[in-house]
């Protein structure tokens, strides 16, 4: 499939993945040579084997079959009475063959591309000659004519499902089912405010950033909640009681923890967040404490770690490249650093519990504002680099691509900016791709 064609395919997946009409498809599939008895299969099974899981899943794997498979697609649509979809997606296809850069401007919610009067009719006219030279409609088929389509049950959990399938499906690859309203917990700890002894500077700008991820999260179905200045006990009593709750009917868990930080000795997840009263806890051991052992009512479900902190003193000034994109160039000034001395006490608070006794990670997704051991920044006005590039990355992108891309985009972004230069990255122990609730 060409790049056109697939990202069409990404901006409208939203509208596909609520609409489309899966069991209608099947056999249409089949005859048009697009899949295979044994890939119709593995899309039956995907997720929880709800309509939408398995149109989400046949939308992703559409991208592999090749040159035509977007105009394949189309005609099993119109032959399955799906002609409104069908339309959507030729009418925005001729368009962005013509001017690509006119996908970029799609409205994913109405599945059109913005274009002025005389090029809408035009493209009207174009798409179905029953159209007359005016651009009236076409009369309707009569209803003896039109395939009668079953819709699907509705369970009332904003989405149609099969009631009877399982809640996880056989395939371990595919995507998460984040389907509950709300979808689950976000516990958001902004420490801006440190004490004297601690040695460590007020944060300005923090409060920027927990703004911005409230309105965020809220605005991806999460119970969002909020806790300031907590010290390094405070840190783990807050996260031990989130993971606490009873979360059998959610789906999903988020942290995120804005504070200084510094490097840490590890065995599985590098560095370390501060408290307000200077002492630091391991994000090692923040994240163990969402485990099997600790956390059984989020066995088999995402939980995303998201760490605005420092991981270490070392400035990173880059290198030079051949060109480097200018609008990702951000001032330095107002910007400050979350760093801290790395902690050299073996005994102080920042040790890992017995590591040893912990399971493997699975359902764990650690993301970091930078590097091991380097500088993170934060702009006193606008808030951290990361933080708000995070923001703005959700907010275009969210409704149509996964975590970990959303996260490439992240990275590449915030990568260009300032001076002395931050590469954001990840600890990825997910076991399938999470496209968050929209």
Same mark, same amino acid.
């Given at each position: 499939?060409?790049?056109?064609?697939?990202? #069409?395919? &990404? &901006?409208?997946?939203?509208?596909?993945?609520?609409?489309?009409?899966?069991?209608?498809?099947?056999?249409?599939?089949?005859?048009?040579?697009?899949?295979?008895?044994?890939?119709?299969?593995?899309?039956?099974?995907?997720?929880? /084997?709800?309509?939408?899981?398995?149109?989400?899943? #046949?939308?992703? *794997?559409?991208?592999?079959?090749?040159?035509?498979?977007?105009?394949?697609?189309?005609?099993?649509?119109? *032959?399955?009475?799906?002609?409104?979809?069908? =339309?959507?997606? =030729?009418?925005?296809?001729?368009?962005?063959?013509? *001017?690509?850069?006119?996908?970029?401007?799609?409205?994913?919610?109405?599945?059109?591309?913005?274009?002025?009067?005389?090029?809408?009719?035009?493209?009207?006219?174009?798409?179905? %000659?029953?159209?007359?030279?005016? /651009?009236?409609?076409?009369?309707?088929? %009569?209803?003896? &004519?039109?395939?009668?389509?079953?819709?699907?049950?509705?369970?009332?959990?904003?989405?149609?499902?099969?009631?009877?399938?399982?809640?996880?499906?056989?395939?371990?690859?595919?995507?998460?089912?984040? *389907?509950?309203?709300?979808?689950?917990?976000?516990?958001?700890?902004?420490?801006?405010?440190?004490?004297?002894? =601690?040695?460590?500077?007020?944060?300005?700008?923090?409060?920027?950033?927990?703004?911005?991820?409230?309105?965020?999260?809220?605005?991806?179905?999460?119970?969002?909640?909020?806790?300031?200045?907590?010290? @390094?006990?405070?840190?783990?009593?807050?996260?031990?009681?989130?993971?606490?709750?009873?979360?059998?009917?959610?789906?999903?868990?988020?942290?995120?923890?804005? !504070?200084?930080?510094?490097?840490? !000795?590890?065995?599985?997840? %590098? /560095?370390?967040?501060? /408290?307000?009263?200077?002492?630091?806890? =391991?994000?090692?051991?923040?994240?163990?404490?969402?485990?099997?052992?600790?956390?059984?009512?989020?066995?088999?479900?995402?939980?995303?770690?998201?760490?605005?902190?420092?991981?270490?003193?070392?400035?990173?000034?880059?290198?030079?490249?051949?060109?480097?994109?200018?609008?990702?160039? @951000? !001032?330095?000034?107002?910007?400050?650093?979350?760093?801290?001395?790395?902690?050299?006490?073996?005994?102080?608070?920042?040790?890992?519990?017995?590591?040893?006794?912990?399971?493997?990670?699975?359902?764990?997704?650690?993301?970091?504002?930078?590097?091991?051991?380097?500088?993170?920044?934060?702009?006193?006005?606008?808030?951290?680099?990361?933080?708000?590039?995070?923001?703005?990355?959700?907010?275009?992108?969210?409704?149509?691509?996964?975590?970990?891309?959303?996260?490439?985009?992240?990275?590449?972004?915030?990568?260009?900016?300032?001076?002395?230069?931050?590469?954001?990255?990840?600890?990825?122990?997910?076991?399938?791709?999470?496209?968050?609730?929209?």
């Amino acid at each position: 499939m060409d790049e056109v064609d697939r990202l #069409l395919l &990404r &901006r409208l997946r939203l509208k596909l993945v609520r609409e489309l009409l899966v069991t209608e498809l099947w056999d249409a599939l089949l005859s048009r040579g697009l899949f295979t008895p044994d890939m119709i299969e593995d899309i039956k099974r995907a997720g929880s /084997g709800s309509q939408r899981d398995q149109a989400r899943q #046949l939308i992703t *794997d559409l991208e592999t079959r090749g040159s035509q498979a977007l105009p394949l697609f189309i005609s099993c649509l119109r *032959d399955t009475g799906q002609d409104r979809l069908a =339309s959507v997606l =030729s009418t925005n296809r001729q368009a962005a063959k013509r *001017d690509p850069g006119a996908i970029r401007s799609l409205d994913a919610g109405l599945g059109l591309v913005r274009l002025n009067p005389d090029e809408q009719r035009t493209h009207q006219i174009k798409q179905d %000659p029953l159209r007359t030279a005016v /651009g009236h409609l076409p009369l309707k088929e %009569p209803a003896e &004519r039109r395939p009668v389509v079953p819709r699907p049950v509705d369970v009332g959990c904003g989405e149609p499902c099969d009631t009877n399938a399982p809640r996880w499906g056989r395939n371990a690859d595919l995507a998460y089912v984040l *389907d509950a309203d709300p979808c689950g917990y976000c516990l958001i700890i902004n420490n801006m405010n440190f004490s004297l002894k =601690s040695q460590l500077g007020l944060r300005t700008g923090s409060n920027i950033d927990c703004e911005k991820l409230q309105q965020r999260f809220q605005k991806l179905h999460f119970t969002v909640e909020v806790k300031c200045d907590l010290t @390094a006990q405070g840190m783990l009593q807050a996260l031990v009681a989130l993971a606490r709750r009873d979360h059998g009917a959610l789906n999903c868990c988020v942290v995120v923890i804005l !504070s200084h930080g510094c490097e840490a !000795s590890h065995r599985q997840f %590098p /560095g370390a967040v501060y /408290g307000t009263d200077g002492c630091s806890v =391991s994000v090692e051991r923040l994240v163990n404490i969402f485990n099997g052992a600790g956390c059984p009512s989020l066995g088999g479900k995402p939980k995303l770690f998201f760490i605005q902190a420092c991981g270490g003193e070392q400035k990173d000034r880059g290198f030079e490249v051949a060109s480097v994109s200018p609008g990702g160039r @951000a !001032s330095d000034s107002n910007v400050e650093s979350d760093a801290a001395p790395f902690p050299e006490d073996p005994g102080s608070s920042d040790q890992p519990d017995a590591v040893a006794s912990l399971p493997t990670p699975s359902d764990i997704f650690v993301s970091y504002s930078t590097f091991p051991g380097f500088v993170s920044w934060r702009n006193t006005k606008c808030g951290s680099w990361y933080i708000e590039t995070l923001d703005s990355v959700f907010e275009q992108w969210a409704d149509s691509e996964d975590l970990q891309t959303l996260l490439l985009r992240v990275a590449n972004a915030v990568s260009e900016k300032g001076k002395y230069k931050q590469m954001p990255g990840c600890f990825n122990f997910l076991r399938k791709k999470l496209f968050f609730k929209i």
